[in-house]
């Protein structure tokens, strides 16, 4: 079983679009991330969510909407994709929020043409 | 904000051990040294963490200086598998908030 699991792996879309990215953990943890690669290999945190509650944005355009339905589910919404979204994304989960060791998803490949 | 600093690249013989350095000059006392590793195309990958004291895992160790300005993480018998970027981090403990440097892209060579 994986233990986060993020969907879709791969993802091409128009500029202007709206998508979104689907993040589940099994392993009970409080505390999801996502996280932003891009081109140059740099990992940036972008969000922080503990028990459903946002506790980290990291300075993020607000065309990026994280949702927290419950606290296994963080997913990520994009509003008008623009061309510098091109990334992956990782999701994460940790048991609480300091402290303890992060496991991440595999990531979601986005790209924006 | 505590920093850590590692050489870009190094390359290892198949089967040697791969002694990767961290120099966390800044770190305060309650800041942990966490390990984690990218083998290409996935997600980052856990591999130790401590605060003091070495530590030992099925993966690897690390080795702490007492004065906690630098670390080295052990890799005892390196494979091909283990060729990747390894990321040394200093983990804050108000937060939650893991920051990565740029690591160092490991090669191991048969």
């Known amino acids: 079983d994986t233990a986060v699991s993020q969907t879709p792996k791969y993802l091409v879309t128009q500029m202007g679009n709206d998508k979104s990215i689907k993040c589940e953990q099994n392993?009970?943890?409080?505390?999801m991330y996502w996280y932003k690669q891009d081109s140059k290999k740099f990992l940036k945190i972008m969000f922080s969510?503990?028990?459903?509650?946002?506790?980290i944005n990291e300075t993020v355009p607000n065309r990026f909407s994280p949702k927290s339905p419950d606290k296994a589910h963080l997913n990520l919404h994009i509003n008008s994709l623009e061309l510098g979204d091109s990334a992956v994304y990782f999701c994460?989960?940790?048991?609480?929020?300091?402290?303890?060791?992060?496991?991440f998803g595999e990531g979601s490949w986005l790209t924006v043409v | 904000d505590a920093k850590t600093t590692q050489p870009t690249s190094m390359d290892c013989a198949e089967g040697r051990a791969a002694n990767l350095p961290c120099n966390h000059s800044?770190?305060?006392?309650?800041?942990?040294v966490y390990w984690y590793r990218q083998i290409h195309s996935q997600g980052p990958q856990y591999i130790i963490h401590?605060?003091?004291n070495n530590e030992t895992n099925e993966m690897a160790s690390l080795i702490i200086t007492e004065d906690r300005k630098s670390s080295t993480l052990i890799l005892p018998h390196a494979t091909l598998r283990d060729t990747a970027v390894y990321y040394c981090?200093?983990?804050?403990?108000?937060?939650?908030?893991?920051?990565f440097g740029q690591g160092t892209e490991l090669s191991v060579k048969p």
């Open positions: 994460a989960s940790s048991p609480v929020a300091a402290g303890n060791t992060i496991y």
């Open positions: 392993l009970g943890h409080d505390t």
């Open positions: 969510y503990n028990n459903k509650e946002l506790i």
């Open positions: 800044t770190i305060s006392g309650n800041e942990y």
């Open positions: 401590g605060l003091k």
């Open positions: 981090i200093v983990f804050y403990n108000q937060g939650g908030k893991l920051i």
